[in-house]
């Protein structure tokens, strides 16, 4: 019986294609983030929650349990701060929220005025990672990607925006909170700003 259960097990694992099969890359552009951010505003009663998540996961290059479990106690609407808790022995730290996250979040605050989490689903409880998973594959169904879009895309477009930019990659490193650099070095290696003095016309 376990030798038959382990068998189809490894035949679901066997079906699953490698992710290039699936999308060409595994980031966001600039351009699509926002495209995902207007898609999920338009989607039923919680747009704004929804569109805020969005917001706040790419700005911060957040993976879904970090962003699921932010509380309003790690926010300082007034100083505009948020400190960020990693996962898989990530280091901590804490980022500005300017502008734009500042009037969004205190638009979250005003709509949904009880409980510690930020993003709360219908029966009051932190959004589940499941939750922000379909958020984001059914935005990214309505701006019409061709591609299926995933949560973990966010944090990819944050590294990639902030190499293209030009950023220092210990600065890149300290923000996404990657204890090593190898992790931050994909970004750099791959920031087309790395060649944009090579020729000259």
């Known amino acids: ?38 898609s999920a505003r ?14 706040i996961a790419y700005r911060h290059g957040l993976r879904p349990v970090e962003l699921t ?21 990530g ?5 500005p929220i300017r502008g734009r996250e500042l009037r969004t979040l205190r638009q979250l605050r005003r709509n949904y005025p ?3 989490y930020l993003f709360s689903s219908e029966r009051g409880g932190p959004m589940t990672v499941a939750g922000f998973q379909r958020i984001v594959r059914n935005a990214g169904k309505a701006a019409d990607f061709e591609f299926p879009a995933h949560p973990h895309m966010l944090r990819h477009a944050c590294g990639y925006y902030l190499a293209n930019k030009g950023f220092d990659t210990r600065a890149i490193q300290a923000y996404l909170g990657h204890r090593n650099i190898q992790h931050t070095v994909r970004y750099t290696e791959l920031a087309p700003s790395r060649f944009n003095d090579f ?3």
Not at 12 to 26: D, F, I, L
Not at 42 to 55: E, F
Not at 91 to 95: D, L, M, R
Request: charged fraction near 25%; glycine fraction near 8%.
């Open 91 to 95: 280091t901590p730290s804490t980022h």
């Open 69 to 89: 479990t932010l509380r309003w106690d790690q926010v300082d609407l007034n100083g505009g701060t948020i400190h960020i808790r990693r996962v898989k022995g």
């Open 1 to 38: 019986m376990i030798a038959t259960a382990q068998t189809s097990k490894n035949k679901q694992y066997a079906r699953r294609r490698p992710n290039a099969a699936y999308r060409v890359r595994e980031h966001l552009l600039p351009k699509e983030v926002d495209q995902l951010i207007q």
């Open 114 to 116: 009880e409980g510690p």
């Open 42 to 55: 338009r989607q039923g009663r919680h747009g704004h929650r929804d569109a805020t998540m969005i917001l």
């Open 199 to 201: 020729w000259h016309d």
